[in-house]
């Protein structure tokens, strides 16, 4: 209950006090000026908004796996690292982010942050940029489908929910455009109405074995249906799919975090993981590393994270009405991804250390079998039965919960039990876990829409400057193409992922908290190299405080995984061992790819923070005429309400 509490009263003071300060003194907001949106307004993807909606659409597309996943992962440390961590980096960090590079987007008609690197920065910079975060953005989004297949794959339930809100998301989008256009209230209660049932329905078809047939689907096909929804996400005007089923998306997001809290504050259920663990000096079993630097990496989606930069410079500034509404929606938005890490990090420790443990400790090095499991977790001090793993797993609807790595299924597990204990008791355990998993798939699916959108932009961007007419983001053959293009990447990571589950695209999971937290220091050499240019120096340690502990915790654990000789932490080391072993060569081959993309990452960022510093040593010196890039100024037609 009390980190609900205090939670709330810093994210309260946060967006109160230090977000007014930013739009006050640094970005000086103006209710007057005209957004890309209202002037560029081509009814497809510059559209203006109602703010919830473009709040809601924010919120789904940010909110990923990340803040679910990486607090659970991080709790092997104790619930006190993360915890911090996701208080201190989200408001003085990822909220900041998100706010700034949001409004220089929406200053400059909606560009993205690699046109913005390119003009503000330097070519060099802006190529250096576009390679990295093109690089990032295609295996982030192969990675995410694939976290989706395998949480629906033989799942009737949460196939049928999540598949549901495409046509609810689709009547709402005509409802709001068409039918009842500005009756955000109504269409609200329509869509809230409608994910309800779907939500009921799920668990009607789950029970009848005749229409269950029709929604248990192998991951192959979930591929392919994935990859398919990624194209017309990206392709449909953003009104008809995007925004509504990301706004509809937020309802059962907030919705139940909002229940989480409100059943955490009423029950106040004990925290039974440590502050502390004795796993912070790098033993851990769900991960190796010390929690420096590595609880900073495991947890980025909540604290700071690099893909909001691409949203925020991405789909949202092309909705964006006002521009006195990217407060709410830039910092605002960051602020309830946030809550939502602590609710997972709260969900992980509720259970019993030892029960945590099974969950999310690997066979390789608990045992194969659970009484063995069970001995090993016992001997840490952390006291498990394979009896209460058995009754666990029976009350939840599972075989076995040992081993079931990855953060999901363990979030899962605590968010069951706290409903559980609050709402139908144990008899509804297994329902409020299949919910959660349900759950848990569709706040990944909006981060794969709209990073799917976010792609084909850049694409564009890139072949605009090739041929001038596939620039135009309002063309549909260059729509398609490059549509086609971003989803056939990443697509090509999924089928990899999919066909070979030990292999391919798992073994870049490593990579992902490094290039999310990379994404970060591009942007914030961004947003700095601007503010400098604002004639706004003296602010700059607003985006300069938190750049410095990125590159810290970054840099470090860039070369730990490169270079520790623990094999479970260095990929060279694991290659070696696995040589030494009698590895396969696919496996020796994907741990020395993931070293050569870690080191051409840090490589291509490094550069662009040295030449971040140049520009901004030069701007202040006095050697260059700084130059403020912003579209010209034009007064809206919007009354102020």
């Given at each position: 209950m ?32 005209a957004t890309p ?6 009814g ?14 924010h ?15 991080a709790a092997?440390?104790g619930y ?6 996701l ?27 690699t ?6 920065i ?6 250096i940029?576009?390679?990295a975060v ?6 982030l989004l ?7 297949v395998?949480a ?28 009842r256009?500005?009756?955000?209230l ?6 809230f ?24 689907l ?25 925004a509504?089923?990301?706004?509809l ?5 907030l ?7 409100l ?6 259920p004990?925290?039974?993981?440590p ?7 790098g033993?851990?079993?769900v991960?190796?590393?010390r ?33 006195t ?5 830039g ?34 090095i608990?045992g194969?079998t ?16 394979a009896?209460d ?7 939840v609807g ?18 069951a ?5 609050s709402?139908?008791?144990?008899a ?8 959660a ?20 932009f ?13 620039g ?5 053959p260059?729509?398609?193409?490059t549509?086609?293009?971003i ?13 070979d589950?030990?292999g ?11 290039a ?16 400098i ?11 300069i405080?938190?750049?410095?502990a ?26 070696r ?14 741990d ?16 662009i ?33």
């Amino acid at each position: 209950m009390w980190l609900v509490v205090a939670a709330v009263c810093c994210y309260a003071l946060g967006y109160r006090f230090y977000s007014s300060f930013i739009a006050a003194k640094i970005l000086v907001l103006d209710a007057e000026r005209a957004t890309p949106a209202e002037r560029l307004d081509n009814g497809r993807d510059f559209v203006p908004t109602n703010k919830w909606v473009v709040f809601g659409h924010h919120f789904a597309a940010i909110a990923g796996p990340g803040p679910l996943v990486g607090p659970v992962l991080a709790a092997q440390f104790g619930y006190l690292p993360g915890t911090l961590w996701l208080l201190a980096g989200g408001v003085f960090g990822g909220c900041v982010q998100d706010f700034v590079i949001l409004l220089f987007s929406v200053r400059r008609d909606g560009k993205s942050l690699t046109e913005m690197a390119r003009d503000e920065i330097g070519p060099v910079g802006g190529f250096i940029a576009y390679a990295a975060v093109i690089s990032i953005i295609v295996i982030l989004l192969g990675v995410c489908a694939l976290v989706v297949v395998n949480a629906l794959k033989s799942s009737p339930w949460g196939t049928f929910t999540i598949a549901m809100t495409i046509p609810i998301a689709l009547l709402m989008g005509v409802y709001l455009r068409r039918l009842r256009p500005g009756r955000v209230l109504e269409s609200s209660l329509l869509g809230f109405i409608l994910v309800m049932l779907a939500i009921w329905g799920g668990k009607w078809i789950s029970q009848t074995p005749s229409m269950a047939h029709w929604f248990t689907l192998s991951a192959t096909s979930l591929a392919l249906i994935i990859i398919g929804y990624g194209f017309a996400a990206s392709a449909l005007p953003v009104w008809l799919l995007l925004a509504p089923r990301d706004y509809l998306s937020t309802f059962v997001k907030l919705g139940t975090i909002g229940l989480l809290a409100l059943g955490i504050v009423a029950l106040r259920p004990t925290m039974h993981m440590p502050a502390l663990t004795r796993f912070i000096d790098g033993s851990g079993p769900v991960f190796a590393g010390r929690v420096f630097p590595f609880a900073f990496i495991t947890i980025a989606c909540g604290a700071i994270s690099g893909f909001h930069s691409l949203i925020s410079s991405g789909t949202t500034p092309k909705l964006i009405r006002r521009e006195t509404e990217t407060r709410m929606v830039g910092y605002g938005a960051m602020l309830a991804e946030s809550m939502v890490a602590i609710m997972a990090t709260i969900a992980a420790c509720v259970l019993q250390p030892g029960i945590y443990f099974a969950i999310n400790s690997p066979a390789g090095i608990v045992g194969q079998t659970a009484e063995n499991a069970a001995a090993v977790i016992s001997g840490w001090g952390f006291p498990v039965s394979a009896l209460d793993m058995h009754s666990l797993a029976q009350s939840v609807g599972e075989q076995s919960l040992f081993n079931r790595t990855g953060g999901a299924p363990a979030f899962a597990v605590g968010m069951a039990h706290i409903f559980s204990n609050s709402i139908g008791g144990q008899a509804l355990m297994a329902i409020w876990y299949h919910f959660a998993i349900m759950f848990e798939a569709l706040f990944i699916l909006t981060v794969l829409d709209a990073g799917t959108r976010v792609g084909r932009f850049m694409l564009q961007d890139a072949l605009g400057h090739v041929w001038r007419p596939m620039g135009r983001t309002s063309w549909y053959p260059s729509i398609l193409v490059t549509s086609a293009m971003i989803v056939t990447a990443w697509g090509y990571f999924l089928s990899q992922g999919v066909k070979d589950p030990l292999g391919g695209i798992n073994s870049l999971w490593p990579l992902f908290g490094i290039a999310n937290q990379l994404l970060g220091i591009v942007a914030l050499c961004v947003a700095t190299t601007i503010i400098i240019k604002m004639q706004r120096a003296r602010y700059a340690a607003v985006t300069i405080a938190p750049l410095a502990a990125l590159v810290l915790v970054t840099f470090t654990a860039s070369w730990h995984k490169v270079f520790d000789a623990n094999p479970r932490i260095g990929f060279l080391a694991h290659a070696r061992q696995l040589g030494s072993g009698g590895g396969t060569a696919r496996l020796i081959f994907n741990d020395r790819l993931d070293a050569v993309v870690t080191s051409a990452l840090i490589i291509m960022v490094a550069l662009i923070l040295v030449e971040s510093v140049s520009r901004w040593m030069s701007g202040l010196s006095g050697r260059t005429q700084a130059e403020v890039r912003e579209t010209p100024f034009v007064r809206t037609r919007f009354a102020e309400k």
